[in-house]
């Protein structure tokens, strides 16, 4: 098996709010969107990230845990400078991702920052030094 990942997909409540967060708020290009059913936006070279409505969502692969808490997981979004960061959080906030943590220095020393879309999936938001983090950089 190759080592990759190819789709990521998150369950959606409300794909209309979803999409209006990514593709009006956040400006990124739906590769598919399908309504009631599924976006599917282009997130690399060989990754999409697929936001799909709960109901076929669970058709599909079952049941959703819900309850209280974050889902326990998080997308990151890795840049070459503190600035980038600062400015796609701003980005975020306006777009009305809620909650946004603002970026700090880590004692690893990345600079990071989060923000959440409409359903909570957090977005880390990051500068990273070290030689993985300049090997997901474009």
Known sequence: ???????????VRDLDATRAFYVDGLGWTPALDVPGEVLMIKAGERLVLSLWAEAGFEAEVGPIRRGPGLVPVTLSHNVRTNAE???ILATARAAGADPVVA???REWGGYTGYFADPDGFRWEIATNPGPIGQEVLP
């Not at 098996?1 to 369950?11: E, G, H, K, P």
């Open 85 to 87: 960061v600062d400015e």
């Open 1 to 11: 098996m190759d080592q990759r990942i190819s789709f990521v997909t998150l369950a």
């Open 103 to 105: 970026a700090v220095e």
